[in-house]
């Protein structure tokens, strides 16, 4: 996969599912849903992001619901996520609608929000200013799902998806 | 090996020699369960699988949004139920039919000991209590199962929790979880194996209700040992096949935890998380309530309802505080009809409703409002959760959430 730099937001930890995509988010229109995300906990801040922003936080990053949180950021324009720990059930989320999520260890501590990081794959490290930090990387059956775009595109072009309900 | 690596090595879908942490497990899922909520992501009613790896192994069930709360979701739910005919599901249990797919799928005998599950919705590590291997997935995910039959897991490290002894009357399940999440804090990708003596003093309810909870320390499966008591409950549920899984005299864990039942005293949740953020009730100073629910796959089981009947019984809640009790399936609502504990709720001015997600998800059923103080026996706490981002939710056990309710203020007692 292709290296991906982008300007950096810090979260804290334990971000849940919740605040990344509200319960009301799911009747309302889709381009409208990726606007509400963290609207509980930092008010303002989706309507900040641009497109191939990078979302930095903490410990057990994307605790909770299978609701597709993952999504969310990644229509709102995140292009990676980068934490101490990633819940299990959000990595899962992340790689199959095409976005990655990486645990990094002490990526937190060592950026100011707004850096510009390069996340390089084929080495798997981070590079921030003229430092490195190494993250162990996703499988590669993993990484494939995401650069087909997530698992809905893997089923479609298996033929394994029928006509609407 | 342990009971977790055993399972997925039982369930591997090339041979392997084992299976330990660090591994890629691909594996054959033995029931696939669909819950009304998958009608809300468009790619799935838009382009559902062409057709399920096997009808018989597919369940539909109607649980989050049970009755349907508005126009949109009920013509929403209308387009997931023409997904019986199309596949032939036999496993369709819909408004009025069934209850929450946790607890649901163990009454009808759906978590065999020794099985792999998967499900759309993130408590599906309640089926660890059935020494069954289960994950919450996204729906997207799902319909790759439903169409291939399997899945894979990175397989992670596990925690071995002893109980030992019991709890005391008045502490419950819920208080022994949060005793749990005290001690780990959140584990993200490792696993949980429960062993010791003080299991055998937790009946299908307990088990169920730790399992489930601890979807909330990030773990990725949570599973009992199979015993009597387990046997006995697949005997009743009319279930004899199955192959039931023991850990290895040299299986491996990553640490250990020790938890003394008697120990456990009734505690809470503090608003907005349960991670580093849980209290004994006992060192709360006074919380007044405005709202008090009991529900949720967690805690909306019959014992659960048998506890909050227990505390009202003869009595009146809290003229300020408004009670929603949410049986978690038609049987236990039922069988609560049945004992008089829905009636003696009723009688002391709680509401009840039908089994339902409803109020834990904040979907319906009970949405609360800014500035809300919630005491509630669900599975979550995050802010704006259950309605508002202005409300404040602390999470207890069902006999907790009862004894809050009574007096208006939160308040547990290991006497009552």
Known sequence: ?165 | MNIIEKILFNHSVEPVKTISPGDIATVNVDRAIIVDMAALHPEFVDNPPLKPFDPDKISLVFDHYVPAPSIEIANRVNRLRKLVSRWGIRDFYDTGRGGISHVLGGELGWFRPGSLVANTDSHTVATGAFNTLGRGLGTPELMNIIATGKTWFIVGETVKVKFSNRMRKGSSAKDVFFNLASITGDIPGKNVEFAGSGIKSMGMDERSSISTMCAELSAEFAVFPFDGILKEYMENAGVSRYKAVEPDNDAAYADEVEIDMASVEPMVAMPDRIINNIKPVSELGRVNIDVAVVGSCANGRLSDIRDVAEVLRGKKIDRNVRLTVTPASRKIYEEANRLGYINTIVEANGLVTNPTCGACLGGHMGVVADDDTVISSTTRNFRGRMGSSKAHIYLGSARTVAISALNGYIKGDLNE
């Not at chain 1, 229509?75 to 990595?91: P, Y």
């Not at chain 1, 989320?93 to 501590?109: C, F, Y």
């Open chain 1, 1 to 165: 996969m292709n290296n991906i730099t982008g300007k950096t937001w810090l979260f804290g930890d334990d971000i849940n599912t919740d605040l990344i995509y509200p319960q009301i988010c799911y009747t309302l229109p889709e381009r409208e849903k990726p606007l509400h995300a963290m609207e509980a906990n930092r008010p303002g801040w989706a309507s900040m992001v641009k497109n191939g922003d990078i979302l930095v936080a903490g410990r057990n990053f994307g605790t909770g619901s299978s609701r597709p949180a993952a999504d969310n950021l990644r229509k709102l324009g995140i292009s990676c996520i980068l934490a101490e720990t990633v819940n299990g059930l959000f990595l899962r989320n992340a790689v199959n609608t095409g976005i990655p999520a990486l645990a990094v260890h002490g990526i937190r501590d060592v950026l100011k929000e707004g850096d510009i990081i390069t996340v390089d794959f084929r080495n798997s490290i981070v590079r921030y200013g003229d430092k490195t930090l190494s993250f162990k990387p996703l499988p590669s059956f993993l990484m494939d799902i995401i650069e087909n775009g997530g698992i809905i595109n893997v089923l479609k072009a298996k033929g394994l998806l029928g006509e609407p309900l």
